[in-house]
T-cell receptor, first 115, second 112 residues
Framework: SAVISQKPSRDICQRGTSLTIQCQVD?????MFWYRQQPGQSLTLIAT?????????ESGFVIDKFPISRPNLTFSTLTVSNMSPEDSSIYLC????????????FGQGTRLTVV | KQEVTQIPAALSVPEGENLVLNCSFT??????LQWFRQDPGKGLTSLLL?????REQTSGRLNASLDKSSGRSTLYIAASQPGDSATYLC???????????FGSGTQLTVLP
């Protein structure tokens, strides 16, 4: 299994500002995943972050709005830029176990409220 | 494109009941199916992972089954407790990109 620490756990931000969410894993992983969960909805994949290359974004998500860093094999950040109330969501990072099992593990989530 | 559906959306049961949560998926070519628990405003906790070659997995009072041919999985919770109250999500890993597709969840309330 993998233990994922995500910070901050929650924040209330003013519209127009940016928030950077950190994700630390207790083991080296090739890919890290960032998801968004809007109120009352299920999870939607924002992007996949590989170490040493640019993140791969899903349809509807762009790098200018959600820049991602992946400086090493245990750490990643997601920034939510120029926030609006529509960005109020839970943001989650995830990794997959290796060895062919491909089990997904998640951080505690960051509950973001934009006012 | 994979689609995952969970029924019911919400369920309320008295303590001690056995219950079944349902998950269906449209593309049967999955690598695995995973069940998660999510407490309000929190992250996801992995409960059970069923590989595509398996029929079921058990952990304590939880049992998950998988029928790939019919595109269905069920999560059985025995002797439910108030601490089981949470939202339960299933997710299918599929496609050339090996992406997880989530259902919308079943919100479970176990009444003392």
């Amino acid at each position: 299994s993998a233990v994922i620490s995500q910070k901050p756990s929650r924040d209330i931000c003013q519209r127009g500002t940016s928030l950077t969410i950190q994700c630390q894993v207790d083991s080296q992983v090739t890919m890290m995943f960032w998801y968004r969960q809007q109120p009352g909805q299920s999870l939607t994949l924002i992007a996949t972050a590989n170490q040493g290359s640019e993140a791969t974004y899903e349809s509807g998500f762009v790098i200018d709005k959600f820049p991602i860093s992946r400086p090493n094999l245990t750490f990643s950040t997601l920034t939510v830029s120029n926030m609006s109330p529509e960005d109020s969501s839970i943001y989650l990072c995830s990794v997959e176990s290796g060895g062919g099992r491909t089990e997904a593990f998640f951080g505690q989530g960051t509950r973001l409220t934009v006012v | 494109k994979q689609e995952v559906t969970q029924i019911p959306a919400a369920l309320s049961v008295p303590e001690g009941e056995n219950l079944v949560l349902n998950c269906s998926f449209t593309d049967s070519a999955i690598y695995n199916l995973q069940w998660f628990r999510q407490d309000p405003g929190k992250g996801l906790t992995s409960l059970l992972l069923i590989q595509s070659s398996q029929r079921e997995q058990t952990s304590g009072r939880l049992n998950a089954s998988l029928d790939k041919s019919s595109g269905r999985s069920t999560l059985y919770i025995a002797a439910s407790q108030p601490g089981d109250s949470a939202t339960y999500l299933c997710a299918a890993l599929s496609g050339s990109a090996r992406q997880l597709t989530f259902g919308s969840g079943t919100q479970l309330t176990v009444l003392p």
